[in-house]
């Protein structure tokens, strides 16, 4: 039997580094403010000219060089992002050309936080169908460009980063259970708002090509996203044959530390099985779990045959978790 499972990770963090005490002055907020309601201390900001699909091909060329692979042993390249340098090309294929990954079919998943659990999902059906022997599965953002910089209920929440993991088959355990749920009656908590008109024949020129936003509405999104998470967790381990009790770690999404601390208590795991780093990055969208697995491996606390639990919610509303014996 086919099983498939993690060859190799990498990571990319823009070298910029914006403080609360930073933001301070920037916005009506303060550093005590942003820490007691979310846990973030600071988070990285892309340069202005460094684009998604760089961050991406970064933290893709680790995750080769840490797998043992050569670009052109890649037969899949997925980007999870809701940060694209444009609508098209999409980063994946910007990503096959940067690292030469000829033989690589290549695309895009829009899935908001969860997306890296959305490619994931995706990248495993690829190597147990047979289609793809190693698929390269990237999370990618750019997050800076889609936040109101005035807004401070938002502005303090974001960072940009990358993280990047290689798929393929394993002789035993990897990815043993997939989770994945929509809710899309709830989507205008979490949204992009686009003001004004594309279309040339609009009266109201003015308007034409203004910049889009992030808008939350936080309260309600809390109690989602919590619940979400949880019922997730609870989902995957079911298909899995599992209880909490057999899980060794649970890797969240980095959306807000009360909200993690929420899902620990509701679920009743105890918090040092949750690993978190949101202080320093803050919520990265996609790119979060890749980069906190990455960080979890690669510091020792995950080790060799240890059960983990990935978990996500996002805009959409989207809700996703997977079940991987490392």
């Not at 695309?107 to 890296?116: E, K, L, Q």
């Amino acid at each position: 039997m086919v099983h498939a499972g993690f060859l190799g990770l990498g990571i990319y963090l823009p070298q910029k580094k914006l403080t609360n005490f930073e933001l301070e002055k920037m916005v009506d907020t303060t550093d005590e403010w942003i820490r007691s309601r979310t846990g973030i201390v600071e988070r990285r900001i892309a340069a202005p000219g460094e684009k998604t699909s760089e961050l991406a091909t970064h933290a893709g060329r680790e995750a080769l060089k840490d797998a043992g692979l050569d670009a052109k042993s890649i037969d899949l390249i997925i980007v999870a992002t809701i940060s694209p340098d444009s609508n098209f090309p999409s980063v994946a294929c910007k990503v096959q050309k940067n690292l030469g990954a000829t033989r690589a079919i290549a695309f895009d998943i829009s899935a908001a936080c969860s997306g890296f659990l959305y490619a994931l999902t995706t990248a495993k059906q690829y190597v147990l169908s047979g289609m793809a022997q190693n698929a390269l599965v990237i999370a990618a953002e750019k997050i800076s460009t889609l936040i109101d910089w005035k807004d401070r209920s938002t502005c303090v929440l974001f960072g940009d980063g990358a993280g990047a993991c290689v798929i393929g088959p394993v002789k035993k355990d990897g990815i043993i259970a997939d989770y994945m749920l929509a809710y899309g009656d709830q989507g205008d908590l979490m949204r992009v708002d686009v003001e004004g008109s594309r279309s040339p024949f609009d009266p109201d020129k003015e308007q034409f090509g203004k910049l889009p936003f992030v808008v939350m509405q936080g309260k309600e999104l809390f109690k989602v996203a919590v619940n979400s998470m949880a019922e997730a967790v609870e989902a995957v381990l079911a298909k899995a044959n599992l209880s909490k009790k057999d899980v060794d770690w649970v890797v969240p999404h980095q959306a807000n530390d009360r909200i993690i601390s929420a899902v620990a208590k509701k679920l009743e795991i105890p918090k040092e099985k949750i690993f978190v780093n949101i202080d320093k990055y803050g919520n990265m969208s996609a790119a979060s779990i890749s980069v906190a697995l990455y960080e979890a491996v690669k510091s020792g606390a995950i080790k060799k045959g240890q059960t983990v639990v990935l978990v996500a919610f996002g805009a959409g509303l989207v809700a996703g978790a997977n079940v991987v014996k490392w």
